[in-house]
């Protein structure tokens, strides 16, 4: 190869990376199949950085919001896709929204008119031995897929992805909710427990039978379908008592408000380090968003509860990050290669986007023999990268949105009505001093101009 590096894959992480890269003085190959012969079974055209469904990049609001305040670190770093984005963007209230073809095309522009990218339209089947980063997303081939799942010892990487709801711990009621464990095992904090008697019960589970659902792709219907995600809604299909002897089993859990095992409970786990995200045990489903909320909020205890994740189901591919990378994104088997993108367990187009800016920020340093420091877990991008590589459970990690959740909780008495100003402010002044100490001198940060405070 007679690059410096190679990136596998041209979607949102991969064009990203490439460009952080060339604007750093990197010589890159840039390999991407669409284009060469093959398409994934999501996306419609070659054009690089294809956004396959919505338009959206979500809230672009950097003082309430986790997104918002990610869209502005980016834009802070120089981000192609931020640029791209910003160029086409059309109205959409708060929401940042694009003119989807306009964006790709802007971003294929710009990575194939650069001097320090070559792109090669072909698929590629192994882990490099040469530099790479590898940002293959949600849909790698398969071949390549296989290969990482044999360099890492993972059984498989594409899958139906099971994802349950993860509500935030402060929406959560503990007047009605409270903690114990099955019978009391493990630390009794272990678990949140929300009960509901016989009425409320059966009026849940109509609401699941009931409730609009999300509809499967016809590719996703080849995937095969494990019976260990099954719906919680196809449970409740089963019949009326299916739920209560699964996932909302009341047995050896006792409400201190009776004493005793009430008809049902739905369980919440611990799901991040920091203890602000707790997932809804066996609650993967196929319900519309909106209905999620609806439904959901029926639970005792939950009544106002704010969704860090909605739950899903739909094909994926994504590696074991806590227990495979490293805290720079590389591989620990074989520290040549770098992931970046969905690939990760992060999720949506703006988190990919964002991982693939730093894993090439941190590539760039290690060329220079330097060490650039990943950002503290208080920044947008710093609590994404820290849900990758370490703040989640290696047993029980899934892709992630940025969330306030992934952040740790500002210190002192903050009114509920400030919380998220004071996560977004604390987030900028830590991002203007890990900016302002940023070891790397690319060409790109020298021009670049911070806009946190
Ligand atoms: C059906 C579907 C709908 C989605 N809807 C949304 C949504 O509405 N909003 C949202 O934010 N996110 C959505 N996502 C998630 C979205 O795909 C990702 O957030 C984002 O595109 C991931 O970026 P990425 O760069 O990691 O992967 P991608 O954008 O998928 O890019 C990966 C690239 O790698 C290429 N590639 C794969 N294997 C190989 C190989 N072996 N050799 C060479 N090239 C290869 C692919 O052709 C692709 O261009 C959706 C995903 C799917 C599958």
Redesign the pocket.
């Known amino acids: 190869m007679n690059e410096d590096i190679e990136i ?8 990203e990376a490439a460009w952080q890269l060339a604007e750093a003085g990197l010589k890159v190959r840039l ?4 284009g060469g012969g ?3 079974p ?2 419609q055209s070659d054009d ?7 338009n ?3 809230s672009d609001d950097a003082e309430h919001n986790a997104v918002g305040l990610l869209h502005q670190e980016m834009r802070d770093l120089g981000s192609l896709i931020m640029r791209a984005a910003d160029k086409h963007r059309v109205p959409a209230g708060s929401a940042l929204a694009v003119d989807r073809q306009a964006f790709a095309q802007e971003v294929t522009r710009a990575i194939e008119s650069h001097h320090n990218i070559t792109v090669v339209r ?4 192994g882990l490099p031995d040469h530099p790479a980063i590898i ?7 398969s ?2 897929a296989e290969a990482i799942a044999s360099a890492t010892g993972e059984k498989s990487l594409a899958f139906f992805d099971a994802i349950a709801p993860i509500v935030h711990r402060d929406s959560i009621n503990m007047e009605i909710a409270w903690f114990q464990s099955r019978w009391d095992k493990g630390d009794g904090k272990d678990y949140i427990n929300c009960p509901m008697d016989k009425a409320q019960y059966e009026d849940f589970v109509h609401a699941l039978i009931d409730g609009e659902k999300a509809e499967f ?1 016809q590719w996703e219907k080849d995937t095969p379908y494990f019976e260990g995600c099954m719906p919680i809604e196809v449970m409740a299909d089963r019949g009326i008592e299916t739920l209560r002897h699964g996932p909302m089993k009341p047995v050896g859990l006792d409400d201190p408000k009776t004493g005793r095992w009430p008809h049902a409970v739905v369980q919440l786990r611990q799901d991040n380090a920091l203890g602000t995200l707790w997932n809804m045990v066996g609650f993967q489903t196929k319900l519309k968003h909106g209905e999620q909320v609806r439904i959901f909020r029926k639970i005792p205890g939950l009544e106002n509860a704010e969704f860090a994740r909605l739950g899903g189901i ?3 591919s994504f590696i074991n990050s806590p227990r495979l990378l490293d805290e720079q994104l590389r591989l620990k088997a074989k520290p040549n290669i770098r992931f ?4 990760t367990g992060c ?7 964002a991982v ?1 800016l730093i894993a090439a920020r941190f590539s760039a340093a290690e060329f220079r023999g330097q060490q650039l420091l990943p950002p503290p877990v208080e920044t947008a991008i710093g609590a994404l990268l820290g849900h990758i590589t370490g703040g989640a459970n290696s047993e029980t990690f899934q892709p992630m949105n940025v969330n306030f959740g992934l952040m740790p909780v500002p210190e002192g008495r903050v009114k509920k009505t400030d919380r998220k100003k004071a996560y977004t402010a604390r987030a900028r002044e830590q991002f203007s001093k890990w900016f302002a100490e940023y070891a790397v001198p690319t060409p790109l940060l020298s021009q670049a101009k911070c806009s946190g405070t």
């Open positions: 596998v894959g041209g979607g949102l992480a991969g064009s390999s991407e199949m669409r093959e398409r994934t999501a996306h690089l950085a294809e956004m396959v469904c919505s959206s990049f979500r072909g698929r590629v089947d940002a293959t997303g949600p849909l790698t081939g071949k390549l792709r739909h094909r994926n970046a993108g969905q690939i999720e949506g187009y703006v988190e990919s986007a693939g």
